[in-house]
């Protein structure tokens, strides 16, 4: 379990932005005994974790992720008493779906023992691939209380488990192709690996690529994929409320345009991205609150792939040739390890794949609070090019509906009303989301060593610091780039 310092500590915080990273850094620092005031932008606190009326009255989808398996895994979070606060976890009966073209699925189960059954059902009862898969994932599933935290902080600080993260490492490093020819001899099983590592935003024939399919697989097993149940919201809701708790207070609807904008206070923590500090802190001329080294270490900070997101309200539940992914909490469509492989690298060279791999969840299987009775909300997104342009939306809508039709035939005829999230609208809705970027910047070697920059948390000015998910660890609903933040501000501001 992460501790921050336990010292007590006077004085003020001011927090920008209520995403999970500034609630997680806003707790951490009213745990210390600061007064603590958060800014929000948006009439509605949570940041990428609000569930919004996006399409017809009733419908209630997530702006953001629906399935928070970082979120049921993370080390902060699970310190915290959330369920006291409102939050219940939903576990779906397998956590994912991949169906094919032959109108099959596998599915990837919770419970280990299940999921090796079921990986080596495909190809003949010589298959190897789910003793494969359980030698893979098990090591890592066993010990996530310890590998999490390890994975979940800035990667050069000195490892708790070395020989734990050693073993993730071997595996870790290398593409997600290469993980997925050498482990698996199946079709089937290296689509869904290839599936997993999707996630990253990144060429799957990219170094490091496998790492995420790695900690998706393992936490499928360890925490879960669960739903909040009403929504991601209620994350939002319950870390909103445990704040307030400690004396914390949110300010809704209030956007800062200048850190001059807010009140005296003795540390400042921003759930921002480098473009948007470098908004915030006066520049040339004189006085400037950033350093002139440290501003173009900022500017030449680099922003990820897009997300192309549409919201589902539908009348009845998706027609899956595969009834099976109705089990499932998230569907991968992408076909064969190839076929994803080619999307991605797709995407990684700047253009749009004509088959783009595509998520897909439907949480009223398992929530059925969630819209009218016997009605049903969706969403699914792919990857495309960081700030693609409007004028691709209607192209890019038909090939990731095409992609659905493809494994639901008659999905069209679901469809009562849709909301189309393109790269500039999730920027419009979350300023956060540069260019569409849902992972606060580009996953490379220097980004991943020294994210934004060097500094990591801290900047050039002494009582500001950083705390979004383009600090370490990066992307994902965790809370752990501002527990890391708050920790680090505290530990460098004694009182």
Same mark, same amino acid.
């Given at each position: 379990?992460?501790?921050?310092?336990?010292?007590?500590?006077?004085?003020?915080?001011?927090?920008?932005?209520?995403?999970?990273?500034?609630?997680?850094?806003?707790?951490?620092?009213?745990?210390?005994?600061?007064?603590?005031?958060?800014?929000?932008?948006?009439?509605?606190?949570?940041?990428?974790?609000?569930?919004?009326?996006?399409? /017809?009255?009733?419908?209630?989808?997530?702006?953001?992720?629906?399935?928070?398996?970082?979120?049921?895994?993370?080390?902060?979070? $699970?310190?915290?008493?959330?369920?006291?606060?409102?939050?219940?976890?939903?576990?779906?009966?397998?956590?994912?779906?991949?169906?094919?073209?032959?109108?099959?699925?596998?599915?990837?189960?919770?419970?280990?023992?299940?999921?090796?059954?079921?990986?080596?059902?495909?190809?003949?009862?010589?298959?190897?691939?789910?003793?494969? %898969? &359980?030698?893979?994932?098990?090591?890592?599933?066993?010990?996530?209380?310890?590998?999490?935290?390890?994975?979940?902080?800035?990667?050069?600080?000195?490892?708790?488990?070395?020989?734990?993260?050693?073993?993730?490492?071997?595996?870790?490093?290398?593409?997600?192709?290469?993980?997925?020819?050498?482990?698996?001899?199946?079709?089937?099983?290296?689509?869904?690996?290839?599936?997993?590592?999707?996630?990253?935003?990144?060429? #799957?024939?990219?170094? #490091?690529?496998?790492?995420?399919?790695?900690?998706?697989?393992?936490?499928?097993?360890?925490?879960?994929?669960?739903?909040?149940?009403?929504?991601?919201?209620?994350?939002?809701?319950?870390?909103?409320? +445990?704040?307030?708790?400690?004396?914390?207070?949110?300010?809704?609807?209030?956007?800062?345009?200048?850190?001059?904008?807010?009140?005296?206070?003795?540390?400042?923590?921003?759930?921002?991205?480098?473009?948007?500090? /470098?908004?915030?802190?006066?520049?040339?001329?004189?006085?400037?609150?950033?350093?002139?080294? +440290?501003?173009?270490?900022?500017?030449?900070?680099?922003?990820?792939?897009?997300?192309?997101?549409?919201?589902?309200?539908?009348?009845?539940?998706?027609?899956?040739?595969?009834?099976?992914?109705?089990?499932?909490?998230?569907?991968?469509?992408?076909?064969?390890?190839?076929?994803?492989?080619?999307?991605?690298?797709?995407?990684?060279?700047?253009?749009?794949?004509?088959?783009?791999?595509?998520?897909?969840?439907?949480?009223?299987?398992?929530?059925?609070?969630?819209?009218?009775?016997?009605?049903?909300?969706? %969403?699914?997104?792919?990857?495309?090019?960081?700030?693609?342009?409007?004028?691709?939306?209607?192209?890019?809508?038909?090939?990731?509906?095409?992609?659905?039709?493809?494994?639901?035939?008659?999905?069209?005829?679901?469809?009562?009303?849709?909301?189309?999230?393109?790269?500039?609208?999730?920027?419009?809705?979350?300023?956060?989301?540069?260019?569409?970027?849902?992972?606060?910047?580009?996953?490379?070697?220097?980004?991943?060593?020294?994210?934004?920059?060097?500094?990591? +948390?801290?900047?050039?000015?002494? $009582? #500001? +610091?950083?705390?979004?998910?383009?600090?370490?660890?990066?992307?994902?609903?965790?809370?752990?780039?501002?527990?890391?933040?708050?920790?680090?501000?505290? &530990?460098?501001?004694?009182?």
């Amino acid at each position: 379990m992460p501790q921050s310092s336990t010292a007590m500590r006077h004085g003020k915080a001011c927090v920008i932005g209520s995403g999970p990273n500034g609630l997680a850094a806003a707790i951490v620092l009213a745990q210390a005994g600061m007064q603590v005031q958060v800014f929000e932008a948006e009439p509605t606190l949570g940041g990428a974790t609000r569930t919004l009326p996006l399409t /017809l009255p009733g419908f209630h989808h997530d702006f953001g992720s629906a399935v928070h398996p970082l979120a049921a895994g993370s080390p902060f979070f $699970n310190s915290l008493p959330l369920a006291d606060y409102g939050l219940q976890w939903i576990h779906p009966p397998a956590p994912l779906a991949h169906p094919f073209d032959d109108g099959t699925a596998i599915t990837l189960e919770r419970d280990l023992a299940a999921a090796e059954a079921v990986l080596g059902s495909f190809g003949g009862p010589d298959n190897p691939d789910g003793r494969a %898969w &359980r030698a893979l994932m098990q090591p890592l599933a066993a010990r996530w209380a310890d590998l999490a935290p390890e994975l979940l902080r800035p990667v050069l600080a000195w490892p708790q488990h070395p020989f734990l993260l050693a073993r993730f490492g071997l595996n870790a490093l290398p593409t997600a192709t290469f993980i997925a020819r050498r482990r698996f001899r199946t079709e089937p099983v290296r689509a869904l690996f290839a599936g997993l590592a999707a996630h990253s935003f990144m060429a #799957l024939d990219q170094p #490091l690529s496998a790492a995420f399919g790695l900690v998706l697989g393992a936490a499928a097993h360890a925490p879960g994929w669960p739903i909040p149940r009403g929504g991601a919201q209620s994350l939002a809701n319950a870390l909103a409320a +445990y704040l307030a708790n400690l004396g914390g207070s949110i300010t809704t609807g209030t956007r800062i345009h200048s850190l001059a904008d807010l009140p005296a206070c003795d540390l400042i923590l921003a759930d921002i991205t480098p473009r948007q500090l /470098l908004a915030l802190a006066p520049g040339p001329p004189p006085p400037s609150l950033l350093t002139p080294t +440290y501003r173009r270490q900022l500017a030449d900070f680099r922003y990820g792939p897009a997300a192309f997101k549409v919201d589902y309200a539908l009348s009845r539940p998706i027609p899956w040739s595969a009834s099976t992914c109705l089990r499932a909490g998230t569907v991968h469509l992408g076909g064969s390890l190839a076929e994803i492989a080619a999307s991605e690298a797709a995407m990684a060279s700047g253009r749009h794949a004509e088959r783009p791999f595509v998520l897909v969840t439907q949480p009223t299987l398992f929530d059925p609070s969630r819209a009218p009775e016997g009605k049903h909300i969706a %969403w699914a997104y792919c990857h495309v090019p960081n700030s693609a342009p409007e004028s691709d939306s209607a192209s890019t809508l038909d090939r990731l509906e095409s992609q659905i039709e493809r494994f639901a035939t008659g999905f069209s005829t679901c469809i009562l009303a849709r909301h189309i999230s393109s790269p500039a609208t999730l920027e419009a809705m979350d300023a956060n989301l540069v260019g569409g970027d849902i992972g606060g910047g580009a996953v490379n070697l220097r980004q991943l060593l020294f994210r934004p920059t060097r500094r990591q +948390y801290r900047t050039s000015a002494p $009582n #500001l +610091y950083l705390c979004s998910s383009s600090t370490p660890p990066g992307g994902g609903v965790h809370g752990m780039c501002g527990f890391h933040a708050a920790t680090t501000a505290l &530990r460098n501001h004694p009182q």
